[in-house]
């Protein structure tokens, strides 16, 4: 079975720092586009971050652009999201996703 797994939510003061990863197992067709997804109390889910298959091409929502880094590890089945300059509205479950495969979220909370 496939499976996705988060890890290196937290809590942490405004302006602080958290290093999610995500690992990817089970999967037979190769590396894919993977990606970030939150969802705040009482938000609907929105779109974080995406990483490409090989790691070289990234994208960004607006709202996270220059606080927030998504790479690939070497085995390319690991996703890291570096969160830097946090603020209270980062508060959210964090979800990382794989073509229509979700994990079970990580809580990263500022405050």
């Known amino acids: 079975d496939v499976q996705l797994v988060e890890s290196g939510g937290g809590s942490v003061q405004p302006g602080g720092s958290l290093r999610l990863s995500c690992a990817a197992s089970g999967y037979s067709n190769g590396m894919s586009c993977m990606g970030w997804f939150r969802q705040a109390p009482g938000k609907e889910r929105e779109w974080v971050s995406a990483i490409n298959s090989g790691g070289g091409t990234t994208y960004y929502a607006d709202s996270v652009k220059g606080r927030l880094t998504i790479s690939r590890g070497n085995a390319k089945n690991t996703v890291y999201l570096q969160m830097n300059s946090l603020k209270p509205e980062d508060t959210a479950v964090y979800y990382c996703?794989?073509?229509?495969?979700w994990g079970q979220g990580t809580q990263v909370t500022v405050s």
């Open positions: 996703v794989r073509d229509s495969d």
